[in-house]
């Protein structure tokens, strides 16, 4: 096996972290747009309300709302076959509620996707990447109440129905796995996905265990929908998964590891399975949790499974051991891996676990799989308008090969490598701009200082040889 001719190569991004014109176009208030900006040592703050004198990313990301052109013109001239976008819920349905869309809203994602197809580049758009309508939170306490499905898959057959001709690929969700922190770091992602505070919730467990339910349902109803509309339609879900090792080969730390790699994998289960995961139900029992669920759901599962799964990897990580001892925590539990070079933020740089996880993947669900995101966030320095970035190239030759060997040695079906993100936007994490991923340089600093112009960096021509080949110069 190899790359196939139609491979995917491209980028992904998302509303939140490049659109900026956060109140035009008739656009409502989402859950990121009262998120600060902060950094690698200090937590990005959310707020109730705007606060003077506070610095809010999300109100001006990249400004990707008024340069999208320019932009894709760059991804085009790449050779990108594929983007993946992000649809903000807010743009559509500004409360979340609403029985008719925001025209304003549609029109400009309509412009975007045509955009891409007049450069020949796919349109995969993600319906949900961390863009909750704020009204829905205050209104409805967010996805622990039922209702929110039912005004999420409103706005997805509102969409679906809109751009039916032009889209074939959808995501119900990103990430929705990394709702339960595991660490002080990863305490934002409750919110990132749910527009929740961790520490204030009254019940975690029980409360958590809701939201994750109550999503992973929205997703398969969600996928029912999709292909209700348009049985041609390709449904994935995207989940960021990374290996977790074990310390070393003491059994107990070898069952640890294993429980703790498996954690993330119950909404893939049932995504992928056709029913709600028997061992995720008996604990909720044991737990005497009340999911609230309804005989209906089971229809749900069993008849929205997914067809294919969106995997983003970055790192990797080692299992805390049964006994105490010294380590650095890692971003998503467990230790650093003291094998692993690590990126500026902390990440371990592991290529192998890529070529892990897409392994474990496909032969437990023999599912095709797209890489929607892999990057390196580093500190770009601009030399004579350029940035020599063989940082950058040197981690995505490394994971590409990864993926590379998983379809050619390990016979794995994937149809795409989308790199995040192709362009500089705003960290999810931290907030920074100086947390770079992109190819292409964007002239904006962490106080949102800067002229927005867009620079080819030494890898924007790395890339574009690579898609040139479908991988072959790697």
Known sequence: MAFTKDFFWGGSIAAHQCEGAWQEGDKGPAIMDFVTKGSNHEPRQITSQIEEGLDYPSHVGIDFYHHYKKDIALFAEMGFTALRISIDWSRIFPKGDEQAPNQAGLDFYDSVID????????????????????????????????????????????????????????????????????????????????????????????ELAKIGYNMTLASVKAVRLGHEINPENKIGCVFGLNPIYSYDCQPDNVLKAFLDNDRDYYQIDAMCKGRFPKYKMKQYEVLKLDLENQASDEEDFREGSIDFIGLNYYMSSISKPVTSVAGEAALFGGLQNPHLEQSKWGWGIDP???????????????????????????????????????????????????????????????????????????????????????????????????????????????????????????
């Open 352 to 474: 192998v676990g890529i070529r892990y996880v897409l392994n474990y993947l496909y032969r437990k669900y023999e599912l095709p799989i797209i890489i929607t995101e892999n990057g390196l966030g580093a500190v770009d320095q601009v030399e004579a308008g350029t940035v020599h970035d063989d940082y950058r190239i040197d981690y995505l030759q490394k994971h590409m090969k990864a993926v590379k060997q998983a379809v050619e040695e390990d016979f794995v079906e994937c149809f795409g490598f989308l790199t995040w993100g192709p362009i500089d936007l705003v960290s999810a994490t931290t907030g920074e701009m100086s947390k770079r991923y992109g190819f292409i340089y964007v002239d904006l600093d962490n106080e949102g200082q800067g002229s927005l112009e867009r620079l080819k960096k030494d890898s924007f021509y790395w890339y574009q040889e690579t898609i040139a080949t479908n991988g072959e110069s790697l």
């Open 115 to 206: 955009e891409l197809l007049a450069h020949g580049i796919e349109p995969i758009v993600t319906l949900y990447h961390f863009e909750l309508p704020i009204h829905l939170v205050h209104q409805c306490g967010s996805w622990k109440n039922r209702q929110v499905i039912d005004f999420y898959l409103h706005y997805c057959e509102t969409v679906m129905k809109f751009y039916d001709s032009k889209v074939r690929y959808w995501v119900t969700f990103n990430e929705m796995n990394h709702i339960d922190p595991q660490s002080e770091q990863s305490d934002i992602f409750t919110y990132l996905i749910a527009g929740l505070k961790y520490s204030e919730m009254e019940k975690q467990i029980e």
